[in-house]
């Protein structure tokens, strides 16, 4: 997810505060744990890290978001490549935005599915179940699907 379930309360807590009915969107937090597209534009505005790094790659036409969402119906090898390509580009951007601050980095890393991409990885090496490889690669697919579809 984009952004934790806390931070969308409060997103949706500060739209509602200004006026206006944020009912649907908090529904949508609360049953389908998705990003709505009001909290997905706030979060663009505030420049927050999860939504630069992606919007970053996507800019830099980086092949890795090609390969996101084109990866339905591929291989397991494909899905295995993308975890690991997203694992790595996390670690990276962490190196350049949050140095110093532990809690940034992780808040970053949970909001990207890192954990859950690398369990993923390690269920398909360890029983050859890939399921829920697929699901943390498609959670990540939805991120940048949600934040390419306002443009």
């Known amino acids: 997810m984009l952004a934790t379930r806390h931070d969308c309360y409060v997103i949706l807590y500060e739209i509602q505060n200004s006026g206006t009915d944020v009912s649907s969107e908090l529904n949508e937090v609360i049953t389908k744990n998705s990003v ?15 939504v ?6 996507n800019k830099k036409a980086h092949k890795l978001i090609k390969e996101l969402l084109t990866c339905d119906g591929k ?10 390509s997203l694992i790595t580009q996390g670690v990276i951007a962490v190196e ?30 360890d029983t050859g179940d890939y399921s829920s490889l697929v699901e943390a690669v498609n959670r990540n697919k939805e991120d940048v699907k949600s934040l390419l579809d306002r443009e």
């Open 52 to 57: 630069m790094f992606y919007l970053n790659l």
């Open 96 to 125: 350049h935005v949050y140095t110093d601050d532990v809690s940034g980095q992780n808040d970053f890393f949970e909001c990207l599915g890192l954990k859950q991409l690398s369990e993923g990885i390690k269920t398909y090496f």
């Open 36 to 50: 709505p597209r009001v909290v997905v534009e706030e979060l663009i505005k505030r420049e927050n890290p999860v």
């Open 75 to 84: 291989p397991v090898s494909n899905y295995i490549k993308i975890a690991s």
